[in-house]
């Protein structure tokens, strides 16, 4: 499945059903650590390092199955392979019965050694995010100097899929920004043979959680994480409908990225996933973006790009501290 087609079905849902059927796609937040510093992302908020317990993860993946769950992705605010134990997830989810199982890494530990046990495991796909198109400006941008062994990591990747006949697909993403303006076609240019697709992501505030990226970019007013385009979406979020994210403190978000449990509606060790995903706490969330009444929500500070005063769901599962409010671009 390609990434536009994704972004295609993130959209075929219905804004009035406030109890939507159990999603068919689920983010597992396997970790919350990053080995990247990339300067427009909030991850360096996240606080505390969390990390999924593995027993309660396999046990989460059985209860999503059941409750017709058939994607799912290992990872969300952290790197995923960071984790050591992460081919044991998806060889998990697929001996479960999962039929797609996709991860995003920044490539830099996706070495060869730790890369073939996820992908023998039975992976379907990996999207690397690579942010520049130059050694110098990867560096500005991620923080590390690491680009040319991504992009070896990525050239060894599609020799591998040769050799060994498995069919998962490669995917690459870049977010443009003032640091790397007309790189594009430089990684491109580099990569093009070896993948099955680039995506330009625009720059977006992160769920509402990077505002500071108004100071430097062009966030465009609707971005949503920089996928979705204003007119695609009349100021509703598709993914409260239609999917939802495990965090590695084993609560369940409403959004992928939100990296201070700002959206978390339950803690899922004292609440059943499907209970869960019709709890109070969501429908609330669903209806406010039905009507159009995000305020004091990150939801609004996300899909209207503006820094306006935003509360938890639930302040007892929130992290600490929370999000900075600088005052930015109200309205």
Same mark, same amino acid.
């Given at each position: 499945?390609?990434?536009?087609?994704?972004?295609?079905?993130?959209?075929?849902?219905?804004?009035?059903?406030?109890?939507?059927?159990?999603?068919?796609?689920?983010?597992?937040?396997?970790?919350?650590?990053c080995?990247?510093?990339?300067?427009?992302?909030?991850?360096?908020?996240?606080?505390?390092?969390?990390?999924l317990?593995?027993?309660?993860?396999?046990? +989460?993946?059985?209860?999503?199955?059941?409750?017709?769950?058939?994607?799912?992705?290992?990872?969300?605010?952290?790197?995923?392979?960071?984790?050591?134990?992460?081919?044991?997830?998806?060889?998990?989810?697929?001996?479960?019965?999962?039929?797609?199982?996709?991860?995003?890494?920044?490539?830099?530990?996706?070495?060869?050694?730790?890369?073939?046990?996820?992908?023998?495991?039975g992976?379907?796909?990996?999207?690397?995010?690579?942010?520049?198109?130059?050694?110098?400006?990867?560096?500005?941008?991620?923080?590390?100097?690491?680009?040319?062994?991504?992009?070896?990591?990525?050239q060894?990747?599609?020799?591998?899929?040769?050799?060994?006949g498995?069919?998962?697909?490669i995917?690459?993403?870049?977010?443009?920004?003032?640091?790397?303006?007309?790189?594009?076609?430089? +990684?491109?240019?580099?990569?093009?043979?070896?993948?099955?697709?680039?995506?330009?992501?625009?720059?977006?505030?992160?769920?509402?959680?990077?505002?500071?990226?108004?100071?430097?970019?062009?966030?465009?007013?609707?971005n949503?994480?920089?996928?979705?385009?204003?007119?695609?979406?009349?100021?509703?979020?598709?993914?409260?409908?239609?999917?939802?994210?495990?965090?590695?403190?084993?609560?369940?978000?409403?959004?992928?990225?939100?990296?201070?449990?700002?959206l978390?509606?339950?803690?899922l060790?004292?609440?059943?996933?499907?209970?869960a995903?019709?709890?109070?706490?969501?429908?609330a969330?669903?209806?406010?973006?039905?009507?159009?009444?995000?305020?004091?929500?990150?939801?609004?500070?996300?899909?209207?790009?503006?820094?306006?005063?935003?509360?938890?769901?639930?302040?007892?599962l929130?992290?600490?501290?929370?999000?900075?409010?600088?005052?930015?671009?109200?309205?």
């Amino acid at each position: 499945m390609s990434l536009s087609a994704k972004k295609s079905k993130r959209m075929d849902v219905d804004f009035n059903n406030l109890y939507p059927p159990f999603p068919r796609e689920v983010f597992f937040d396997l970790n919350n650590t990053c080995n990247s510093k990339c300067f427009f992302c909030s991850n360096s908020k996240v606080g505390k390092p969390a990390y999924l317990d593995q027993a309660f993860g396999f046990k +989460l993946l059985r209860d999503f199955f059941a409750c017709g769950a058939r994607e799912v992705a290992f990872f969300a605010t952290g790197e995923p392979f960071l984790r050591q134990d992460l081919a044991a997830f998806v060889r998990e989810a697929k001996a479960i019965g999962y039929e797609y199982v996709f991860l995003n890494s920044n490539g830099i530990a996706a070495t060869p050694q730790r890369v073939m046990p996820v992908l023998e495991a039975g992976l379907d796909s990996i999207k690397f995010s690579v942010n520049a198109g130059t050694r110098a400006s990867y560096k500005k941008v991620h923080g590390v100097d690491r680009f040319d062994q991504v992009i070896e990591n990525i050239q060894w990747l599609h020799g591998y899929r040769i050799k060994s006949g498995l069919s998962f697909r490669i995917y690459v993403s870049m977010v443009p920004t003032t640091l790397t303006e007309g790189e594009f076609p430089l +990684l491109a240019g580099l990569l093009n043979d070896f993948v099955d697709e680039i995506d330009g992501r625009g720059c977006s505030n992160q769920g509402g959680n990077m505002l500071e990226n108004n100071k430097t970019e062009k966030i465009d007013k609707g971005n949503l994480l920089g996928s979705l385009r204003q007119g695609h979406h009349s100021g509703k979020c598709p993914d409260v409908f239609s999917r939802c994210t495990v965090t590695p403190e084993g609560y369940l978000s409403a959004c992928v990225v939100d990296y201070q449990n700002y959206l978390v509606v339950a803690d899922l060790h004292k609440t059943n996933i499907k209970d869960a995903w019709h709890h109070e706490a969501y429908v609330a969330l669903r209806r406010r973006h039905a009507a159009g009444n995000l305020l004091g929500t990150v939801c609004h500070n996300c899909l209207n790009n503006c820094d306006m005063p935003a509360e938890p769901l639930d302040p007892a599962l929130a992290k600490e501290p929370k999000i900075k409010r600088e005052g930015q671009g109200k309205t």
